[in-house]
């Protein structure tokens, strides 16, 4: 089992940029397909970006490609979000998840094992 605790949400001007953590605990993070969703009021749980095990792949939704990075540190068993050009319609809880399965279902967010609690982004126009 792995437990996951985001930071670095606040408030930011459109146009800025943010850094998002996921800090997990346990010795197997390596082992986990690490992903970032969002929720906004009102609306479905989304897919923003996703990273492999090894780190060799990267996946991203349509509205945040080119603009946000996902990486991991597995020596600091840490995955990161790191968001630039930001807009308004990015405001939303930002949750990060992890897997044991690889492969399809990455987009998904019932694919996903574990989840953390979220952290709130907030995009000023």
């Known amino acids: 089992q792995v437990q996951l605790v985001e930071s670095g949400g606040g408030l930011v001007q459109a146009g800025g940029s943010l850094r998002l953590s996921c800090a997990a605990s346990g010795r197997t993070f390596s082992s986990y397909v690490m992903g970032w969703f969002r929720q906004a009021p009102g609306k479905e749980r989304e897919f923003v970006a996703a990273i492999s095990r090894s780190g060799g792949s990267t996946y991203y939704g349509d509205s945040v490609k080119g603009r946000f990075t996902i990486s991991r540190d597995d020596d600091k068993n840490t995955v990161y979000l790191d968001m630039s050009s930001l807009k308004p319609e990015d405001t939303a809880v930002y949750y990060c998840?992890?897997?044991?399965?690889?492969?399809?279902?990455?987009?998904?967010?019932?694919?996903?094992?574990?989840w953390g609690q979220g952290t709130q982004v907030t995009v000023s126009s």
């Open positions: 998840a992890a897997r044991l399965r690889a492969g399809v279902g990455v987009y998904s967010p019932n694919s996903y094992d574990y």
